[in-house]
């Protein structure tokens, strides 16, 4: 624990500070009497069996409510009545035809939305983009809560607060820059966003109408509830709000229930139990020596034991000095080993950085702690990720050159085996560009550029210097530049010493991540050489079966061409075939209560039924026809019902095949004159031909 001082401001009216003193409504979350600063004095450590233990060095944290700050200096009750979301609140009150004041779900609405808005901004802003895990998930729960306030308060079904980041960059623009740098990056990522969530939303009622539906009583079961979110994202309190709107209720007990079994399960597939360090020499400084050595004699200064089920038992190690690179900048942890003066060898299985602290890790504990050890870098593993991440440089300044300067990295991945680079860009990068780009890295790779790297350099002098800084990337006063002729990085990783180490740059992919991101992965080195290795032993398989070709392009597109024109002779007879079938089949119609009615099983495909429903379909007012055919081990079933029957006796065909595809186990739907069912039980399709009878009996 640690002690702590507030300050409160009470911003009453003089009636109501004489009727009860301030001081008794601190902490009493009376709205007009609020904590504005705090003061925490941090000098203790809890350690894992609950006591408490003095730090070496304290500290001050101080936290400032900056909006609470405005709504007292600007003498409003309210933070949402300062300068700082009235304009927010405005263009919502523009865009939605809704007035802020009036009635308190529209109000709430809007203020959820203001202030979401915010949020999402500043983190998309600051490099953080939506995603289904980690900080990511919590930008995308905020953005998705805030749609749904605009969808059922607001009434608003298509996309709207990507609108508001215009006033927004506008309003904080001069004090956050980089909300106006970013400004089309922000809108374009809020705006995918809203466009997925409200299709969810969409699918969600359709689902949510289908539970409705089948419950039998007047309480919603919690667990279909709980599917509902889990699967589409969709907010409980939006599904209690129109289940109410029904007349219905929610089982919030049996809800809560299946979130809480669902927490247990995450997290005990990631509890870990971490004991305390056991310290063996007391030494905070531990020195990276990995830029110029893969060995190194080291002390070993502390280590502690860390349990999880996916890991098992794990060892941390720490050491006085270490030439293990720790994950970080993109790039993985190297690995290696420890050994003693004995020989006994510990495996280093990860390195990662945690507080400032190198930390090895280690399925074993060293027998001899206490002794020296060298310590030994995988030289493969180095040099294969050093040479992925000085690609992911030289793609960066391909990317600048070729795209334009709008391109900005928003994230890598370095592994030994390749290498995956995220940036801006507005539009898909085509395939004359991407050759453009790998014929533009591998250039500096054959022009055999050296590393200058530079060390401790001031951050302006680098920056005037030329280097290129990462937005959102926190940098010290003093930084490392890595020089590959004209590109030029502030970076902490690990590089190859030459350009021409990486041998070769091979682009396999290009996608889109996100609205305006876009994602390049790619290989180097061994990882090459493997992939042109496969690709020669593909191409004299393939080359193998043209008959050892000379020009097996040629030949392939001449099987290819021959293909085609077999296939269009087969759909021609199919179609032949059909017409002939059709004829025979208006022999077989039965007259029952004033219907012409068929039910058999063809040797057709799909298409064929659908041509033989359509041409008996098109001759006849009174059709109820069912065909089945059996394709590959599976059953199919295709109904057609003239559309007059379908308007005089009721009849629908997506219901007729519903209900038939239960004798194939299986299922369809359609439209109320044509409908197909598929299913994987073959021989269930006789039955289903006696019960079409029922339906026009």
């Known amino acids: 624990m640690c002690p702590c001082s507030e300050i409160h401001v009470d911003i009453r009216s003089a009636e109501e500070k004489a009727k009860i003193s301030g001081k008794d409504l601190v902490n009493k979350d009376h709205p007009q009497v ?95 983009l939506p995603s289904n895990t980690g900080a990511g ?153 990995g830029y110029d050595t893969l060995e190194a004699n080291v002390k070993l200064t502390r280590y502690r034991k860390v349990t999880s089920k996916k890991e098992g038992d794990m060892y941390q190690l720490v050491f006085n000095l270490t030439p293990f690179y720790p994950e970080g900048g993109g790039q993985v942890g190297d690995k290696g080993y420890l050994e003693d003066v004995r020989g006994d060898v510990v495996y280093i299985l990860d390195t990662k ?71 801006s860009h507005f539009a898909k990068v085509s395939p004359e560009q991407l050759q453009e780009i790998e014929d533009f890295v591998n250039a500096r790779i054959e022009g055999k550029l050296p590393l200058q790297e530079n060390r401790n350099v001031p951050m302006e002098q680098a920056l005037e210097e030329g280097a290129m800084a990462l937005f959102g990337e926190k940098y010290g006063d003093t930084v490392r530049t890595v020089r590959f002729g004209k590109s030029i990085e502030l970076c902490g990783g690990i590089h190859v010493n030459n350009t021409s180490d990486i041998w070769y740059f091979k682009i396999i992919s290009e996608s889109a991540v996100a609205a305006g ?31 050892n070709a000379k020009e097996p392009a040629k030949a392939l597109k001449n099987l290819q061409d021959e293909n085609a024109e077999l296939k269009k002779q087969i759909e021609g007879l199919l179609k032949d075939k059909a017409g002939t079938i059709k004829n025979e089949l208006k022999q077989e119609l039965n007259d029952i209560n004033g219907i012409k009615f068929l039910a058999k099983k063809l040797d057709l495909d799909a298409g064929g039924l659908k041509d033989v429903a359509f041409e008996l379909g098109s001759q006849f007012k009174n059709l109820f026809l069912l065909l089945a055919t059996e394709q590959n081990g599976k059953a199919l079933l295709s109904c057609y019902i003239s559309k007059e029957l379908v308007a005089s006796k009721d009849l629908n065909a997506g219901q007729v095949v519903r209900e038939l595809g239960k004798h194939i186990q299986g299922g369809g739907g359609g439209q109320p004159f044509f409908a197909t069912a598929g299913g994987k039980n073959p021989s269930g399709i006789s039955d289903a031909l006696e019960a079409a009878k029922e339906f026009v009996k």
């Open 34 to 128: 609020v904590e504005i600063w705090n003061l925490v004095f941090i000098q203790y450590n809890r350690k894992a069996n609950g006591s408490l233990e003095t730090l070496p060095n304290k500290h001050i944290d101080t936290g400032m409510g900056f909006e609470r700050l405005c709504m007292v200096l600007q003498g409003v009750q309210s933070n949402y009545d300062t300068d700082v979301f009235t304009p927010i609140i405005r263009e919502i009150e523009t865009i939605s035809n809704k007035t802020y004041g009036n009635t308190n779900k529209v109000d709430v609405a809007i203020r959820v939305i203001a202030d979401h808005v915010r949020a999402v901004a500043f983190s998309i802003a600051d490099g953080q």
């Open 137 to 289: 998930y919590v930008i995308r729960r905020i953005l998705r809560r805030a749609v749904r306030y605009g969808f059922t308060f607001l009434d608003k079904k298509e996309p709207f607060i990507y609108r508001l980041v215009d006033v927004l960059s506008k309003r904080m623009g001069d004090a956050f820059p980089e909300i106006k740098s970013q400004k089309q990056l922000i809108e374009n990522v809020i705006k995918e966003e809203e466009q997925s969530f409200l299709r969810t939303l969409d699918q969600g009622l359709i689902l949510l109408n289908r539970i409705v539906e089948e419950t039998k009583n007047s309480t919603v079961s919690g667990e279909k509830a709980f599917e509902l979110y889990d699967t589409y994202g969709f907010p409980i309190d939006l599904t209690a709000l129109i289940l109410s709107e029904r007349g219905l209720k929610l089982d919030e007990k049996g809800f809560e229930n299946e979130l809480q079994k669902q927490k247990d399960r995450s997290r005990a597939a990631s509890e870990m139990l971490t004991d305390d360090w056991t310290i063996l020499i007391d030494d905070a400084e531990e020195e990276f020596v």
């Open 353 to 423: 950085k945690e507080n400032n602290v190198i930390i090895h890790f280690a399925k074993n504990l060293p027998k001899h702690i206490n002794e020296p050890f060298k310590a030994v870098v995988s030289d493969e593993h180095r040099n294969l990720s050093a040479s992925n991440h000085t690609a992911t440089h030289l793609l960066h300044q391909a990317l600048r050159t070729i795209l334009g300067d709008h391109v900005e990295q928003k994230g890598s991945l370095v592994k030994p085996n390749a290498l995956r680079f995220d940036f």
């Open 517 to 547: 991101i876009r994602r390049i992965e790619a290989i180097t080195n061994k990882a090459v050489r493997d992939f042109y290795s496969e690709n020669n032993r593909v191409y004299s398989k393939m080359k193998a079966l043209l008959n």
